[in-house]
């Protein structure tokens, strides 16, 4: 790993500060830059993608949407919800059985899966009731 700057423990401590609820690079600056008010977006960008390429955090592709960011490493699968966009951990086993069941006449050599249920968070599901 490269050396651990000041501007990049900053981001760091800010991701650490969302609590699993997994936020934009944009997000993240908004945060930061309350912290370092001279550190550019760029900057910030740059040290997600560094920290992310060195396995420190875990930049989460969704579909139609921006990356996120996950500072819980180990493999596990989100939850995006419809309504408010907010993105959770799943607290279930990872399927390593999942790879069993790829037809064995395929070219590629998988190295892992990513997993994103959808549906609404339980906020947006109290408040599409009332």
Known sequence: MKRNTHQQQTVLDVLDTFKG??????????Q????????????????????????VVQRVHLPASADRYDDHLGHHY???????????????????????????TSEYEVSGHDIVFTGLCAKCKASNKQ
């Open 78 to 104: 989100h939850m995006r919800c419809n309504q408010c966009g907010l993105i959770f951990d799943v607290a279930m086993p990872v399927m390593e059985s999942i790879y069993k069941k790829l037809p064995a």
């Open 21 to 30: 609820t997994h936020p934009t690079a944009d997000k993240i600056y908004e």
């Open 32 to 55: 930061v830059s309350l912290y370092m008010p001279t550190i550019s977006r760029a900057t910030v960008y740059r040290i997600l993608n560094n920290v992310a390429e060195e396995g």
